[in-house]
Each structure stands twice: as structure tokens, then as C-alpha cells.
């Protein structure tokens, strides 16, 4: 019931116009621009591909039930956040890999604004023969409430193609801190000091700033919550002393631990992922992991089969060693969620987030 309850307010919370959205941002920036395409909608079709020009196990191209060839030209991937962030590398080495097994030119063109809102509205707005995609994940932007409006509905104005990078959730201290060194013995001291431990979070609508929240409220304790503009900030400011502890990304913490600059005391997964780490659920509280999965997306215009063959690219790259390889060395977890999964992980995520936002007056 709570997902309905948070797709139906994503569906009738909408904006009245992109412009309303991206007010308070900056203007569309482009790093790349996308040959011309017709920008007429075509009808998605209910009937699968076939394959054409098979050379073995896989084409490079398909024939769509109305006879024509795709892809037959060029795709553009919006990356929706400034150039060289993590949105940006991640979709940009997908796009590497991934022309192997198409026959399509790949480029990406960066539309900023909105926390991510304005690049994806674009997209939407442009033809459904299959000619774009956009990153997408399942962030609490994307979810409507009473006091905020999203101006698409995230899952049924989409086809999903997938994730196929995963952040997860880490919360560290610094190896000096004395009031608490253990996960335990920090949710002990937070009991006994309400309020009393600032947590340094990139945003305060964002993953690091609703995740902790959302552990603060399943422990029953009560932390001082700070935004900065940005990861950089919330590290500047742990680093520096004026915050207790960071809620951080894996790649953000990656490095403040390669030059013991932290020490990590949990992460919100349900497995572990450094071997003397434990997970919140082996703390006891029961909390999804909400790790940051990003991925991509069509409209839901586009022809079904169109979407399916990006997904099973996406799948072969996420495969290629050599695209794990030069991941891990970006700092980037790969870890492949197919069209499904990807939905099934929105159904999980998005009805947390409408909650917490509505008990903040989000």
C-alpha cells in the first residue's frame, strides 16, 4: 500500500512545468551533442525482436516488428549530473564497453540541474524510437510527497533497462575518536546523549542525509544531522573536526581509509564487505540496505525489445573483466541489476523514502 500511496503521489504531485523545476538550478550544460534525430514518437510495440546479421551468440543489431533495424545510428546516454563526477565516469566507461557489442555510436551529453530532475525530463521529452537513455537511480528526489513534486513518475514513465554500479552505505569515525569506537558503543552513547553527535552528510535530501535518519528512527536515537554542498564538504568537515562521524558512499570512504584517515564502525548492507565490519542488520536493527545503485533508462514509449537489448549489453559488459577492472580502479562497485531486479529495488526504496520525507516536511 505504501508503494501506491508513493507512485500515486508521484503521478499526481506533478509540476507544472520543467521550468518550475529547474528554477532553482543551473542552466542545461552539454559536453557532448547528439546527432540530429527525428523527433517524432514512435508506438512501442508489443511484439519481441527478432535478431539479424547473427555472427553466433550475439547481434549487434535487431529487427523490430515493424520491419526496421536498430540501433542504425547514434544514442546519446544524459548523464544528468556535471561532468566528472561519478554519474558522469560511470556512464561515460559504460558507454566504452559497451560499444562492442552494438552497432550504435554512443556518446553522453551532460544536462545538469534539479538533482538530476532536469537531464531526465529532458530525456522524456525527446524521441521514443530508442535514440536515448538516461542514468537514473532510485534517490528520493525522484519521490513525490505533499510538500515536494517530482514531474515524472519513476517507474511507469520509464523502461528500465538496469543498475549496473552499486555505493554502498558506510558510517566511519576517526581513529582518535574515545567516546565510542564500536557501531554498539556509538548507538549506546547516542541513547544516553540525544542529539549530542553530528554526522557529516553530502545534502540534506540526499542518500547520507535520509539513510541516517531512517537508522536514527529504526534505533530510537537521535543524531544532529548536517548537510554540506556536496561529498567534498561533508569529508572537508569530518576530516577537520567538526563532525563526529561521516555518512559516506564506499568510494567516498574508500580513500580517507587507504590513508587511515577513518575508521569505518558499520555499513547498511546486508552482507559484509570488510571482514571486521558489521552490518546494521547484525546490530539488530532491520533496515534496507538503500545503497546507491545507478543505472539507465528509456522512456516507456520505447519499443520493449529496444530496452531488452540493453539490457542483455549491459549484463555481457558488467561480465567483461576488463570493465571491472578499470572500475575498481575509479572506485567504482559494479554490480548488475537486470530490469526486474531494478524495479523490484524501487518497490523497496521508494516507499522509505516517501515516509521519511513526510515526517520531515520534505
Known sequence: MKKRIALLAAATLVMSSLSGCASNSTAPETTATATTQAEKETTASDTQATSTGDTGEWSKTITLADGKTYPSGTVTIIAPFSAGGGVDLGDRLFAKYAQKWTDATLIVENITGGSGLVGIQTGLGRATD???????????????????????????????????????????????????????????????????????????????????????????????????????????????????????????????????????????????????????????????????????????????AIVEYWDKIMEKVCEDPDFIAEADNMGLVIRFQNTDEALKTFSEYNPIWYDLKESLGM
Not at 195 to 209: D, F, L, Q, R, V
Not at 250 to 271: G, P
Open 130 to 304: 530508442g535514440s536515448v537513455m538516461w542514468h537514473i537511480d532510485p534517490g528520493a528526489q525522484y519521490v513525490s510527497t505533499t510538500n515536494s513534486s517530482c514531474p515524472f513518475d519513476v517507474v511507469n514513465d520509464m523502461g528500465h533497462i538496469g543498475f549496473f554500479v552499486a555505493d554502498d552505505r558506510v558510517w566511519a569515525v576517526k581513529p582518535d575518536e574515545t567516546r565510542f569506537t564500536t557501531a554498539e558503543e556509538m548507538f549506546a552513547y547516542a541513547k544516553d546523549h540525544p542529539g549530542e553527535i553530528s554526522i557529516a552528510a553530502s545534502g540534506t535530501g540526499t542518500i547520507a542525509a535520509l539513510a541516517t535518519q531512517y537508522i536514527a528512527n529504526t534505533a530510537g536515537v537521535e543524531f544532529n544531522i548536517i548537510g554540506y554542498n556536496g561529498s567534498s564538504e561533508a569529508k572537508a568537515a569530518f576530516l577537520g573536526g567538526h563532525c563526529d562521524v561521516m555518512s559516506a558512499g564506499v568510494s567516498e570512504a574508500r580513500t580517507m581509509l587507504d590513508e587511515n584517515q577513518c575508521k569505518v564502525l558499520f555499513t547498511m548492507t546486508d552482507e559484509r564487505i570488510y571482514d571486521d565490519v558489521p552490518t546494521v542488520k547484525e546490530l539488530g536493527y532491520d533496515c534496507t540496505s538503500l545503497s546507491t545503485y545507478r543505472g539507465l533508462a528509456m522512456s516507456s514509449k520505447v519499443d520493449p
